[in-house]
């Protein structure tokens, strides 16, 4: 039991973050939350990074200005093709 409750917590934390990444990046690029979501999604994929890691990695660009290399090209590299 104590196994399956620590597993829910962590399922909601991540969605958390993700959510909260999604509101960054709708807030920042003026995107909806489906693209949003797509933007952090494909990301995930095309550096074979975990999406919660990611959501993570975009949270602490706010506060730190850092972002490692291959995440930021990969945004970078989607958001100049979406517009």
């Given at each position: 039991?104590?196994?399956?409750?620590?597993?829910?917590?962590?399922?909601?934390?991540?969605?958390a973050?993700?959510?909260?990444?999604?509101?960054?990046?709708?807030?920042?690029?003026?995107?909806?939350?489906?693209?949003?979501w797509?933007?952090?999604?494909?990301?995930?994929?095309?550096?074979?990074?975990?999406?919660?890691?990611?959501?993570?990695?975009?949270?602490?660009?706010?506060?730190?200005?850092?972002?490692?290399?291959d995440?930021?090209?990969?945004?970078?590299?989607?958001?100049?093709s979406?517009?």
């Amino acid at each position: 039991m104590q196994t399956k409750v620590a597993q829910l917590e962590h399922a909601v934390h991540s969605h958390a973050v993700i959510d909260q990444a999604i509101g960054v990046v709708v807030a920042a690029e003026r995107r909806t939350p489906a693209e949003a979501w797509d933007l952090l999604r494909e990301t995930s994929m095309c550096t074979n990074t975990k999406l919660r890691h990611v959501a993570e990695l975009v949270l602490t660009l706010g506060v730190t200005g850092n972002l490692t290399a291959d995440i930021r090209a990969e945004l970078a590299r989607r958001l100049s093709s979406e517009n």
